[in-house]
């Protein structure tokens, strides 16, 4: 069945660029017709919409980190991923990667299980 | 993009009913069918429960229900058990330039 999972660093210096990569198994990122997610969760608070990725490399952000954000897609290696620059301690949180469907108004039916990235110095 | 508001916290007894409702704006909530909800145990990725309002995904059980009316959605939970203790949290599309947003967030407790 389809997974994902997260990698990268776990702790990002201020004003830093923060890349995170989700790599999909059981299933091509390519040969199917779904939008890739990322969603964020700050320490004991909510959920929070970063963006979605089509297979094609088209994109969707949240307005209020549009300017900081890009996702993208490498088919060849079944990895889709999440750069956020000027990072600041208020972007410490749990970042997910999660599979939506056909459209960007699709729920996210698959989940990794998360990665903790703390800003500090 | 604001938050889709939540009551903080919910609670029932085994065997009872518990309703959460999740309010938006006619830009979101009431103005598509493609809310969202999404059960959170602690430490662990969220799972999806129901999506476009009420549809249940494969292996959720049909204790879980979704409604809407106007710019509120619900999700019900009956027969709860003690597994069902989590947080949970609506989403709804809000539109070509506002893709996706999120619920505060409610936490269920099982009394």
């Known amino acids: 069945q389809l997974q994902l999972q997260e990698s990268g660093p776990g702790l990002v210096k201020p004003s830093e660029t923060l890349s995170l990569t989700c790599t999909v198994s059981g299933g091509s990122i390519r040969s199917s017709s779904y939008y890739w997610g990322w969603i964020r969760q700050p320490p004991g608070k909510g959920l929070e919409y970063i963006g979605s990725?089509?297979?094609?490399?088209?994109?969707y952000y949240n307005p209020s980190l549009k300017s900081r954000v890009t996702i993208s897609v490498d088919t060849s290696k079944n990895q889709f991923s999440l750069k956020l620059s000027s990072m600041t301690a208020a972007d410490t949180a749990v970042y997910y990667c999660?599979?939506?469907?056909?459209?960007?108004?699709?729920?996210?039916?698959?989940w990794g299980q998360g990665t903790m990235v703390t800003v500090s110095s | 993009q604001s938050a889709l508001t939540q009551p903080p916290s919910a609670s029932g007894s085994p065997g009872q009913s518990v309703t959460i409702s999740c309010t938006g704006t006619s830009s979101d909530v009431g103005g598509y069918n493609y809310v969202s909800w999404y059960q959170q145990h602690p430490g662990k990725a969220p799972k999806l429960i129901i999506y476009e309002v009420s549809k249940r995904p494969s292996g959720v059980p049909d204790r879980f229900s979704g409604s809407k009316s106007g710019n509120t959605a619900s999700l019900t939970v009956s027969g709860l058990q003690a597994e069902d203790e989590a947080d949970y949290y609506c989403s709804s599309y809000g539109g070509s330039n506002n893709s996706g947003v999120f619920g505060t967030g409610t936490k269920v407790t099982v009394l």
């Open positions: 999660a599979k939506q469907g056909s459209t960007t108004r699709a729920a996210f039916d698959i």
């Open positions: 990725i089509y297979y094609s490399g088209s994109t």
